[in-house]
């Protein structure tokens, strides 16, 4: 169990409030059973004086104080010592307690109380001293009566006086805590929700600070990575527009000014006429190319691309491959090595979909490649994969560059005219084909040395 998570907290908490509410039952129930018990000794006590009392009352009017063996046996009757005192607080008759003697009575604000009290008895010092006044002739006075409590009862009468007030301060530090807690809790809580609707209002970025960690801590850091993750998504999503919009903008303008042209007369004859239209035709094959390559793209990305699961001859394919490209090659004065170097040839994936693989890997070497040049398509076997090789004699690509050559649109040069560069999606489209069919493509490249690309796929008998 993590201490710093929020289950942990709430484990302790509880057991802090059962802990709490087990103590103050515990002390209500032995103060009160404590409590009753003193009150009932004390009312027996207070009766049996106040009979005393009653039963010596018109002697002492009368001005006679019993004998001493007279307070010594109604002393014994009810089993504590007890005397007479005078308006002056002299003893004139009884036994006082063992502890006390009559100057320290007179000095000490506990017997001073208790001949103060308006009621009839006092609790303290371990005792109950119960006070019942009379008349000693035409003088008043008092007689008393003081109950030494035993050790037990000492002790409870001692928990009954001073547990109110670790009760008031438990309750008030209970109280301190659970705000404490409660307003970390829901100031974490808040920062969270506020970053929300900060964000939810279009300050994409807008981030939380809680990133503890306890549960909350994670949630903050899920809801930062997420606003990040939003964030590069409508950044992405603004550069993706932007490009389609440039991609479709120069085609679109040169089939409306040839067009505009040829209504115009300006074809002096059929072979302009011709030279035209091939343009026009052109323009749209390549519009047309695009519009494929961005719902190939977006299909990859959602995932719902339909992939078939199919037995794949690759040398097959690549031989296939080579003849399709021969007249690229012719017209750009570039030469094929065509090698196979293993007799297992077979994989599980889309035909179709690896002929389009192919397509733009032996485009991409065939426009990059420069004049009198090699250019290398060779399939190898390696443990348990079969792997397809595209390799160029190009001028290569930076090593700064080769992890961003995988994003949509991208172009290593910027300078080149979007006719001969392509529409930057086909190795985004590439990659996300070959994953798709359970490969995986990578790419070396040296400044100057060409660039060669790899498939690894698991082959099949």
């Given amino acids: 169990m993590k201490t710093h998570s929020i289950f942990f907290r709430q484990v302790i908490s509880h057991i802090t409030v059962i802990i709490f509410i087990a103590l103050t039952l515990t002390g209500s129930i032995i103060y009160f059973v404590y409590k009753g018990n003193l009150m009932e000794k004390e009312g027996e006590l207070n009766q049996r004086v106040t009979n005393i009392a009653s039963s010596f009352g018109e002697e002492l009017k009368s001005g006679r104080i019993p004998t001493m063996r007279e307070w010594q046996l109604v002393s014994n009757s009810i089993g504590t010592p007890m005397w007479l005192e005078d308006a002056d607080g002299r003893v004139l008759r009884g036994q006082l307690p063992p502890e006390y003697n009559t100057e320290t009575m007179r000095s000490d604000n506990f017997w001073q109380s208790v001949r103060s009290q308006g009621r009839l008895s006092f609790v303290g010092r371990g005792a109950i001293a119960v006070s019942v006044p009379v008349l000693i002739g035409e003088r008043p006075g008092i007689i008393v009566a003081y109950y030494t409590l035993n050790s037990n009862q000492y002790i409870l009468e001692r928990l009954a006086r001073f547990y109110v007030y670790p009760f008031i301060v438990g309750i008030i530090a209970a109280i301190f805590l659970g705000m404490l807690l409660s307003r970390k809790l829901t100031r974490s809580i808040g920062d969270i929700a506020n970053a929300a609707v900060r964000f939810s209002a279009g300050d994409y970025t807008s981030r939380t600070s809680t990133v503890g ?3 909350i801590g994670a949630l903050g850091q899920t809801f930062n990575a997420m ?11 603004r550069e993706f527009f932007a490009n389609i919009s440039h991609e479709l903008k120069t085609p679109l303008s040169c089939v409306k000014v040839t067009t505009e042209a040829l209504l115009d007369g300006i074809a002096e004859d059929e072979e302009d006429q011709s030279r035209y239209l091939k343009r026009i035709l052109d323009e749209t094959n390549r519009m047309s190319r695009l519009v494929y390559d961005i719902m190939d793209s977006e299909q990859l ?9 199919e037995k794949i001859d690759l040398a097959a394919l690549l031989m296939c491959q080579a003849d399709k490209v021969e007249p690229q090659l012719h017209k750009k004065n570039v030469r094929l090595n065509l090698q196979i170097y293993t007799d297992k040839h077979c994989v599980i994936g889309d035909s179709g979909r690896f002929e389009q693989v192919l397509d733009n890997l032996m485009s991409n070497a065939i426009r990059y490649a420069p004049k009198n040049s090699l250019i290398g398509l060779a399939l190898t076997k390696e443990n348990a994969y079969l792997e397809v090789s595209v390799s160029d004699q190009g001028k290569g690509i930076a090593d700064e560059e080769l992890p961003m050559i995988w994003e949509r649109f991208y172009r290593e040069d910027k300078s080149r005219d979007r006719s001969s560069g392509g529409s930057g999606l086909g190795l985004s489209i590439t990659r996300g084909l ?6 995986e493509i990578t790419v070396q490249s040296k400044k100057g040395e060409g660039t060669t690309f790899k498939i690894r796929i698991r082959w099949v008998e």
Avoid: N
């Fill in 227 to 237: 606003a990040e993750s939003i964030f590069h998504t409508q950044q992405t999503r």
């Fill in 213 to 215: 960690k306890d549960e």
């Fill in 434 to 439: 070959v994953e798709a069919m359970g490969g």
């Fill in 301 to 309: 990305e959602s995932g719902k691309m339909r992939i078939k699961q």
